[in-house]
C-alpha cells in the first residue's frame, strides 16, 4: 500500500467513527483514537525512503566530529560544505567553533559534505561551487616560485549522500552501514590529510654546523582534492631549519598536504652557509624512503654519513667553506632565511 492510500484509508475510518451514533457519548474515547491514527500516520511516513517533503524546509541537525583517526589533533575550528548531491542548487557553507562539532540549521535534501579545520592561516581554497572540485592549497612565497611555506596540519572528512528530511540525518557512516532517521545526528570522522616529514642529517659535526644549514624538500604537491585526499596541482618545495640533537646528527621536519606515495621524485636539497656570506648547496634523492615509509602520513627520512663542509673560520684569517667536500656546489641564490619563515 502507497503513502497516500494509507492516508486515505486512515481518514476514512475516523469519518466512520466520527459518525457512528453509539459513540456519541463516548466522545473522550473518540479524541483518544484520532491522535493515535495521526501519529501511525506520521511513524509511517518516516519509515518511507520517499518521504514527500519539498527540499529546502529547514531542518535543525546536530554535527558531531570524531578523531578516532587524528588522536591528538588539536583544531580551533572546523568548516562543513554542504553541496547538493544532484550538483544543482545552493552550497550551503558552516563555520563551526571548537573541535567537537555543533547544532546545524540546513536546509532539507540530499548533500555530498566535506569538513575541514579552519585554523590554519594562509591556507587557500578553491572550487568551492562543487564536491568534486574543493582544492586546498599551501601558503606560497611572494618572489619565491614553487616555493610553499607549511602552517601547519590539515584535516578533513567527507561523507557523501546525506539526507536531511522532517525524520532526521540518514547517511553511510565510515564503517559501511547505513544510519537512518529518525535521529538528527550527523558523525564525521576527520583524518590527517597533511604528510609530515621528519628528517634527520648525520655526518662529522652536522650539529655543531645547525645554524648554518637549512632544508628544502623538493618534489611535493602544492594542492589537495579534499573529496579524495589525492594531490593536485604543480609541484613545490618546502624550506625548513635543523636544530641540533647530538654532535653529529641534526633534524627537522616540515609538512605537505599529499601522501608521500603519491610522490615519484623527492629531493631533500641541503643549504650550508659559510661566515663569508657563501652558499653551498647539495642535493639527495629521497624518493625511496618516502614512497616506502611505513607511514604514508608520518615519513621518516634520514641521509647518513653526510660530509659537511667547514663552515668556521679558519685560524689563519680566512673564512669560508671547505669547497673541497664532494658534492657541494658554491651557488648564487637569493632567498634570506635569517628571518625564519621556512619554518
Same mark, same amino acid.
Request: aromatic share 10%.
Given at each position: ?56 524546509? @529547514?531542518?535543525?541537525? *546536530? ?12 583544531? #580551533? ?41 579552519? /585554523? $590554519? @592561516? ?12 574543493? *582544492? ?23 561523507? #557523501?549522500?546525506? #539526507? ?27 583524518? %590527517?590529510? %597533511? ?34 585526499? $589525492? @594531490?593536485?596541482?604543480?609541484?613545490? %618545495?618546502?624550506?625548513? %631549519? ?40 647539495? *642535493? ?28 668556521? @673560520? ?6 669560508? $667553506?671547505?669547497?673541497?667536500? /664532494?658534492?657541494? #656546489? *658554491? ?13
Amino acid at each position: 500500500m502507497s503513502r497516500q492510500d494509507f492516508l486515505i484509508l486512515l481518514r476514512r475510518i475516523a469519518v466512520r467513527y466520527a459518525h457512528m451514533e453509539w459513540l456519541k457519548g463516548m466522545a473522550g474515547r473518540i479524541y483518544t483514537v484520532l491522535p493515535v491514527v495521526a501519529l501511525c500516520a506520521v511513524l509511517y511516513g518516516c519509515g518511507q525512503r520517499d518521504v514527500l517533503e519539498a527540499d529546502g524546509v @529547514p531542518r535543525d541537525i *546536530e554535527i558531531r566530529f570524531m578523531w578516532d583517526y587524528a588522536e591528538g589533533a588539536d583544531v #580551533e575550528g572546523m568548516t562543513v560544505y554542504f553541496f547538493p548531491h544532484t550538483g544543482v542548487g545552493k552550497v550551503w557553507r558552516y563555520d563551526v567553533s571548537g573541535s567537537e562539532g555543533g547544532k546545524l540549521t540546513v536546509p532539507s535534501g540530499v548533500y555530498d559534505v566535506i569538513a575541514l579545520n579552519n /585554523d $590554519l @592561516p594562509g591556507i587557500s581554497l578553491s572550487g568551492t561551487e562543487d564536491f568534486g572540485t574543493l *582544492e586546498a592549497h599551501a601558503v606560497g612565497i611572494t618572489g619565491l616560485p614553487e616555493v610553499s611555506r607549511a602552517t601547519g596540519m590539515l584535516y578533513g572528512a567527507s561523507l #557523501e549522500r546525506v #539526507e536531511i528530511n522532517g525524520c532526521g540525518v540518514t547517511y553511510t557512516q565510515h564503517d559501511g552501514t547505513l544510519k537512518q532517521c529518525p535521529q538528527g545526528l550527523m558523525r564525521c570522522w576527520p583524518d %590527517s590529510l %597533511s604528510t609530515v616529514y621528519h628528517l634527520i642529517i648525520e655526518g662529522e659535526g652536522a650539529g655543531a654546523r645547525a645554524s648554518g644549514i637549512t632544508g628544502r624538500l623538493k618534489g611535493l604537491s602544492e594542492g589537495l582534492l579534499l573529496s579524495s585526499a $589525492l @594531490p593536485v596541482g604543480g609541484n613545490t %618545495s618546502v624550506y625548513f %631549519s635543523f636544530v641540533r640533537d647530538r654532535d653529529n646528527e641534526v633534524s627537522g621536519e616540515t609538512i605537505d598536504f599529499a601522501p608521500s606515495r603519491d610522490q615519484t621524485h623527492l629531493m631533500l636539497e641541503l643549504t650550508a652557509f659559510g661566515s663569508d656570506g657563501k652558499k653551498y648547496v647539495n *642535493e639527495f634523492d629521497v624518493s625511496d624512503q618516502a614512497l616506502n615509509s611505513p607511514s604514508p602520513r608520518n615519513v621518516v627520512i634520514i641521509l647518513r654519513d653526510v660530509d659537511f663542509p667547514d663552515t668556521d @673560520p679558519s685560524g689563519d684569517g680566512d673564512v669560508g $667553506l671547505d669547497v673541497g667536500v /664532494d658534492g657541494w #656546489e *658554491e651557488v648564487d641564490i637569493t632567498y634570506d632565511t635569517s628571518d625564519g619563515w621556512w619554518n
